[in-house]
């Protein structure tokens, strides 16, 4: 006889079953199988077979269907709904199709008519039944691993959420009495200032700004990365709002002596847009197209349909600064890349703008992309969507990574 | 004409302090409640033309205060504007739901903030979701 893949070298077997003669027959069946030694206890009633099985102190539980005037299929049914025990294969009379059936139902793992029992096919049978045990074992512990480090997660994700609850309130309640009362100084409230006084408040108020936008853009991050960053589109014009949105970056433009101008086609339709989204994609485009430019350069904004794809607009945020190195052009939409070369001039920043930008859009349903070559200024494009094709706004679920720059032919 | 009075409630007393030097610039009549209670019992007591209300305070939070706020017929058409530091995913959308006319994050833009002040007194019934 072959040896039986997969047997252990020593295994432990519960034989319960009324008929002695057919317990020696089994009993016999089982000694000299190549590979293994079976460990056999024989029981012959249903309550001995029960306290053993309860037991689950062995490897497999061999059961006969007929137990005196009880069942096996009872005690099968019996063990299985308490707790834990080894795997049980049934030995049949005569074969007994529904009989089988209903004992795989309930729970054994494998069944031997006894007309047709042999020493090799009995200890495959216990081979295989302790294999699909331990196999079912190793893929619950699997299972339980798996939720508990899921929720351990979930508890980690709520603690962080948390604790940037806190972290925001504690980071703005601060900064928020900083900057009022720089306003208030600088509204003359608390009386008149003279001009070095002015200049010095100005400097703490630009501070205070950049404070402020530097924790949103944090904020934005973690909550883009919990997914909780969301937009609510709604059909809008950009003939009124682009222009607001310029008027509000034009003085610090015009201290920086850089023209701010804004290029709008006229009969472009109403785009689906989270106005204070757009607005901070478009004020960060603009900071930044101003960092980068030069005394005397030029800044233009642009709303024109997309010629690519009738469903678009395409939007666009011209500079006439130093431009960007192919190297840092691919990169640039990445989550904290910074722009630093010795042609540039020094820029603070975090390095989340863009990618925070690129995130908006994407939450759109558009893209952003750029055209930029060193010495020739940058383009920062970006499309919305139309309000007609509203059905095509994807969640953020689907968001694809679209972020690569891409030719524009509007360039 | 009687002065528009605003009951602010904020736990943080220089906030406090700076809105109230702001608004009191502005020529309206101040009351200051620095936590949910007081501002439950300020409000009840000689309801304003306004309310400004934080959100996070100790010993009571701002959204159930405009709860208890709109459920009272003395109280329940009074404009109220929710200032918050926090960034609770959702918060705003809760905030509006209360029937609250404004919601502002903070660090807050004043002249946007005074913008909304004289609509929402104006027309305490609207909305205003800037």
Known sequence: ?411 | MMKQTILIVEDDEHIVKALELRLRAKDYGIEVAYDALMGMQKAMGHPPSLILLDITMPGGNGLRLAERLKESSKTMDIPIIFLTASKQADLRQNALSLGATAFFEKPYDFEELHATIKAAILHPNICLTS
Not at chain 1, 233 to 239: E, I, R, V
Not at chain 1, 332 to 358: H, K, T
Not at chain 1, 361 to 371: A, D, E, N, Q
Request: proline share 4%.
């Open chain 1, 1 to 411: 006889m072959m040896a039986t893949p997969y047997l252990q070298p020593s295994t432990r077997v519960l034989l319960v079953d009324d008929n002695e003669d057919d317990a020696t027959i089994t009993r016999s069946l089982l000694t000299d199988v190549p590979g293994t030694r079976f460990e056999i206890d024989w029981v012959s009633s249903y309550d001995a077979g029960l306290k053993m099985m309860q037991l689950n102190r062995h490897d497999v539980d061999l059961l006969d269907f007929r137990l005196g005037k009880r069942s096996g299929l009872d005690l099968l049914r019996e063990v299985h709904a308490q707790a834990d025990h080894a795997p049980i294969i049934m030995l049949t009379g005569q074969g007994n199709e529904s009989l089988v059936a209903e004992a795989i139902r309930s729970g054994a793992t494998d069944y031997i008519p006894k007309g047709l029992i042999s020493s090799e096919t009995l200890a495959r049978a216990i081979a295989h039944a302790v294999e699909k045990a331990k196999l079912q074992k190793n893929v619950l512990d699997h299972q339980m691993q798996l939720e508990q480090a899921n929720q351990e997660l979930v508890r980690k994700n709520e603690e962080i959420e948390r604790f940037y609850h806190v972290l925001a309130h504690e980071l703005k309640t601060p900064l928020t009495a900083a900057s009022e009362f720089v306003g208030i100084m600088l509204d003359g409230i608390a009386g008149p200032l003279n001009h070095e006084q002015r200049e010095y408040l100005q400097i703490v108020e630009g501070s205070c700004d950049s404070l402020k936008r530097n924790i949103n853009d944090l904020f934005d991050i973690s909550r883009l990365e919990t997914g909780k960053l969301n937009v609510s589109p709604k059909p809008d014009t950009l003939q009124n709002f682009l222009p607001q949105v310029v008027a509000t970056l034009k003085p610090v433009a015009q201290d920086k002596g850089i023209t701010l101008q804004c290029l709008i086609d006229p009969t472009i339709p109403e785009v689906l847009m989270d106005e204070q989204r757009i607005r901070q994609v478009l004020t960060n485009l603009i900071a930044n197209a101003m960092k980068f430019t030069r005394k005397g350069g030029t800044i233009t904004i642009k709303a024109s349909e997309d010629s690519t794809n009738s469903k678009q607009v395409m939007m666009s945020v011209s500079d006439t600064g130093i431009g960007i190195l192919p190297d840092h052009r691919n990169r640039i939409f990445e989550r904290l890349y910074q722009v630093s070369n010795d042609d540039s001039p020094a820029c603070a920043g975090l390095g989340l703008g863009l990618f925070i930008c690129q995130e908006l859009i994407k939450l759109h349903g558009g893209t952003i992309s750029v055209l930029s070559a060193p010495g020739e200024g940058s383009t920062f494009f970006f499309t919305l969507l139309k309000a007609k094709s509203l059905p095509c706004v994807r969640n953020e679920s689907e968001r694809n990574t679209n972020n690569d720059e891409t030719d524009n032919p509007h360039c």
